[in-house]
């Protein structure tokens, strides 16, 4: 749950409250005891590419597929004609 701090408080101790949202800590900043703003940590970029080595890990780790029933199964339940 995010801490609420009064405008002031996040004006005067600026520095403060980003070391601690830099630490991960939130906090909803209020104006007149209503809650007007979230301070939060911003989520990490994704990867835009996995390498080839982590991705044999992943799909090492995962479960075995049999192809020839996955293809079987395919066949049965969807109506292949046009």
Do not use: T, W, Y
Not at 10 to 23: G, S, Y
Not at 63 to 77: E, G, K, S, W, Y
Request: aromatic letters at 4%; hydrophobic letters at 50%.
């Amino acid at each position: 749950m995010a801490q609420i701090i009064a405008q002031r408080e996040l004006r005067n101790d600026n520095a403060r409250m980003i070391d601690a949202v830099a630490a991960g800590e939130s906090f909803v900043v209020a104006r007149h005891g209503v809650p007007v703003a979230e301070l939060r940590p911003i989520a990490p970029l994704r990867r835009k590419f996995v390498a080839r080595a982590d991705l044999a890990a992943l799909s090492a780790a995962g479960p075995h597929v049999d192809l020839c029933q996955f293809r079987a199964d395919l066949d049965r339940i969807v109506d292949q004609r046009l």
